[in-house]
Each structure stands twice: as C-alpha cells, then as structure tokens.
C-alpha cells in the first residue's frame, strides 16, 4: 500500500459525459501527478500540482483540467468523453515536487470504460 | 523525442534463470532513472532509482540495475527468477528542470516459467 487513494476505482460511462477522479497523497506530500495509462500511449504523464498550484504541465487535453485543494487531494475533470479517453488514470504524490531525484509514490489507479 | 527505449515488449525466462530487462536513455541532462513494476490490477512499485550517489542500485526483491553512462543504459538484472516476479516494468526518467514529472519507457512483460 503505497499510502496514495484513488477513488473511483472503475467507472464506465457515455461519450460526451464528463467525470471526476479523485486523488489523496500520502500523508505530508505536497505534490500530485496525474497519468494515463492506455494501450496504444503507454504511461503518460498528464499534469503537476505542488502544494495547490499548477507545476508542469504535459500532454493534457484541454478536455481535462485538474486542480489540488488546500487540502492537498486533488481532482482530474475529464469532460466531452471520447472513446479514446478509455484508460486507467493513475495518481501519484510525492513529498516536494521540483527535485528530480523524488519517488513517486502511485495510487491503485481508476480505471474510465467509455461507451 | 523518446526518452526512454525498453528493448522487448516481452521477455520470458525461467524459473531459477537470470533476469535482465533493458533500458535505455536519451538526456542532455544527468538523468535520474527508476523502475517500477506493474502487477495486474495494481498500481506502480518503485523497484530502484539512481540519483547519481552510486552507479550500482540495489532494490527490493533481489533486483538491482546498474548505471553506464557511456552506454545510456540502466538496464534491470535479478540472478534468480521466481515466479512472484511475473509482471510489468517499467523504466522511468525525470528530466525536467521545471517539474519532476517522469517519462516512462513502453513497459517490458515479463513470463517466469516453470
């Protein structure tokens, strides 16, 4: 257990709907990550918050936003569903967010069937 | 441009038999390289990083990978397969000055037979 949550662990919906995905880090780590996992991309990574504000962004479709709370948790929106959004999302956190050398510590994953 | 190249998709060996999965990067940067691995339905296991303290990195569950800069590879040895180790992993780089976000390879399956 790696101390990441993710929730929903499986969630199947319609082209053209929009979902949430909810992310917690391990206890005292400041940064989130979001990646998608697909068949045909490999791992990707999406986009970076530390400590509630944006740090990198990768390949993110504009379809997706995400945003970290106070709280540190943080939530990857994907709107205008396509089949091609299938996928399974990882999360992961780490503890700063600018040294290369960090671990990052991944969620079990949500896995999105888009029908 | 690819970061990060896993050469086979797919590698069996057999139970008892050594392990070697490869890696190879492209940086302009010193790199700072980890594996992962992937059970099904399971999320990703840091097996090892190498952050440039010692070119040699020992893991958990017997694995090890070692650094060679001159070959731009970071490639994932294990003596002795055991069947437990049957999985996905996968190489990872961190290069960005800006973020830490990393560039994972394509993943290597690996088959321990019996």
């Known amino acids: 257990d790696s101390g990441v949550t993710q929730t929903p662990k499986h969630l199947i919906t319609a082209t053209g709907q929009r979902v949430t995905l909810r992310c917690s880090p391990r206890?005292?780590?400041?940064?989130v990550y979001w990646y998608q996992q697909s068949l045909d991309q490999g791992l990707q990574f999406l986009i970076q918050?530390?400590?509630?504000?944006?740090?990198a962004k990768g390949n993110i479709l504009e379809r997706f936003s995400a945003q970290q709370f106070p709280d540190l948790h943080s939530e990857l929106n994907l709107s205008s569903l396509e089949l091609g959004d299938s996928a399974l999302y990882f999360c992961?956190?780490?503890?700063?967010?600018?040294?290369?050398?960090?671990?990052?510590?991944f969620g079990p994953g949500t896995r999105l069937l888009v029908l | 441009a690819q970061s990060v190249t896993q050469l086979g998709s797919h590698v069996s060996v057999s139970e008892g038999a050594l392990v070697l999965l490869r890696c190879n990067y492209s940086s302009s940067v010193p790199p700072y390289l980890f594996w992962y691995v992937q059970y099904p339905n399971q999320g990703l296991q840091l097996l090892l990083k190498y952050t440039s303290a010692a070119t040699l990195v020992k893991g958990i569950n017997g694995f090890e990978a070692e650094f060679k800069k001159s070959e731009t590879s970071f490639h994932l040895t294990k003596p002795s397969a055991h069947m437990s180790d049957a999985a996905e992993y996968f190489c990872a780089v961190s290069l960005s000055n800006t973020g830490n976000q990393f560039y994972f390879g394509t993943g290597t399956s690996l088959t321990v037979i019996p």
């Open positions: 992961a956190s780490s503890v700063g967010g600018a040294r290369r050398s960090e671990t990052q510590y």
């Open positions: 918050y530390y400590n509630g504000e944006e740090r």
């Open positions: 206890s005292g780590d400041l940064s």
